[in-house]
């Protein structure tokens, strides 16, 4: 007998070691199943994805990002998860019944008599009359976490929305600014050179050429910076759009939204102030279901079985069933304590974020007007500079100006215009920042 328990626990220990691989770290057995598991949801398949048209507005980019984007993904497969969550509760208000059956021997008289044969199924059903509201209390939960879940999800639109403008506005600016500081080195090599020729003939000072080379090697500086600038902004936009072309223009604000973000903005509608309303509710039915733990539960019960001894008859039961926890060390009270001390901590974060959320549209409403303001004043001063030029590209002939001086205007003009095309994406960028702290890219 010994000899057979210890085959039969030698059985049921050699598949598990066989599985566990037997002094194999714990990483190296689930190194494999990760890897695998990784390579299945590294590449979605896109295939149902519409591409942008070339050209297309950016509406139609963001489209894409949030149709692309694993946490947007992820987030309404979290909703569906809550819509079941509601069949679950409500599913406890409905009927239950259950069955049971039994097969083995029996004896009416364990002290004589053989042992007898037989089966016996039992079949209960019954429904809940009243529960302090624990049950209604959850479905009230269920509902508001679909809602919940529902709200997070535009908030992450909006915010993975605004991330990908960004991205686009920021990688088309870098594509632009390397552009026009390489236009500007053309565009001077021939001053450059002339003023080498007028230093080493004595016709100008030398620090005055010097003064020219440390600009030059500034404008040099800022040609690294600016592939550095669009190397990154690439690898930044590619997480939003894939192997997308990024644009040359920048992305423009649509016109529908203008409307949206004048005016006084009212926090309330925004999304953070939702969610966190919500969650505030949700604490509340917390503190109702808890509640609910210390009242009665009444449920109408039928019921019937049939005994194991065939020849004895069917019985049935129909009544009122009554229960009621009279102790249970204490763990109702705790709960609802938890629950209230939730309640008050949601209503405090409700509170702080309906002013954050106040805070954050002011600052990025102000913001928006001083770009506007600073953009105004550098787009009155541009022509004045280009004037400037102009003169003083006609009075290098008549010797009333140098051509350093021409060379220092046009740095004026190449910086004035690179700050406005700074200016212009920032204005763009923090737009976008508005309207998604509105909730407005989620519709």
């Given amino acids: ?86 069949s679950l509760a409500v599913s406890k208000t409905r009927p239950q019944l259950s069955a049971s059956s039994s097969v083995g021997g029996y004896k009416e008289d364990i002290s004589v008599g053989d042992t007898q044969t037989g089966a016996s199924i039992n079949v209960t059903a019954s429904q809940l009359l009243f529960d302090g509201g624990l049950v209604n209390g959850g479905i009230s939960i269920a509902k508001l976490q679909v809602e919940l879940a529902r709200v997070v999800t535009e908030g992450a639109i909006n915010r993975v929305s605004a991330e990908a403008a960004s991205a686009s506005i920021a990688a088309s600016l870098a594509v632009r600014e390397l552009a026009a500081i390489n236009e500007f080195k053309e565009k001077i090599k021939p001053h450059a050179a002339q003023l080498e020729r007028m230093a080493g003939s004595g016709l100008i000072d030398r620090s005055v050429l010097d003064e020219i080379t440390s600009q030059l090697l500034e404008i040099d500086i800022s040609e690294k910076e600016a592939k550095s600038n669009l190397k990154m902004a690439g690898i930044d936009y590619s997480k939003f759009f ?82 009621y926890q009279l102790s249970d060390g ?43 303001e600073i953009l105004e004043l550098a787009e009155k001063k541009l022509p004045l500079l280009v004037d400037q030029l102009r003169v003083a590209e006609s009075q290098i002939q008549t010797g009333q100006a140098d051509i350093s001086k021409v060379f220092e205007i046009k740095m004026q003009v190449n910086e004035l215009q690179s700050r406005i095309r700074r200016g212009q994406a920032d204005l763009v960028r923090t737009k976008f920042e508005l309207a998604a702290a509105l909730g407005l890219l989620s519709n």
């Fill in 330 to 372: 204490g763990a109702r009270a705790a709960n609802l304590s938890v629950a209230e001390n939730d309640l008050e901590q949601a209503r405090r974060a409700l509170e702080f974020t309906v002013e954050n959320a106040g805070g954050v549209l002011s600052m990025l409403q102000e913001r928006v007007f001083n770009i506007k």
């Fill in 242 to 323: 894939g192997e997308l072309p990024v644009p040359n223009n920048a992305p423009l604000f649509p016109a529908s939204l203008f409307s949206s973000l004048q005016g006084d903005l009212v926090a309330d509608n925004t999304s953070a102030v939702r969610e966190s309303a919500l969650r505030a509710l949700l604490a509340e039915q917390q503190v109702a279901v808890a509640r609910s733990a210390f009242m009665p539960k009444i449920n109408a019960q039928v019921g019937s079985s049939s005994p194991m001894d065939s020849d004895e008859s069917i019985s049935a039961q129909a009544g009122i069933l009554i229960s």
């Fill in 1 to 86: 007998m010994k000899n057979l328990l210890g085959l039969a626990t030698l059985c049921l220990i050699f598949p598990l070691v066989g599985c566990l691989q037997f002094n194999a770290p714990v990483e190296e057995y689930y190194g494999e199943q990760v890897s695998v598991i990784v390579s299945e949801i590294k590449a979605p398949s896109l295939e149902q994805v519409e591409l942008p048209e070339p050209g297309a507005d950016i509406f139609e980019y963001l489209t894409y990002a949030v149709a692309i984007s694993p946490e947007i993904s992820a987030l309404r497969q979290a909703e569906l998860g809550a819509t079941s969550g509601v």
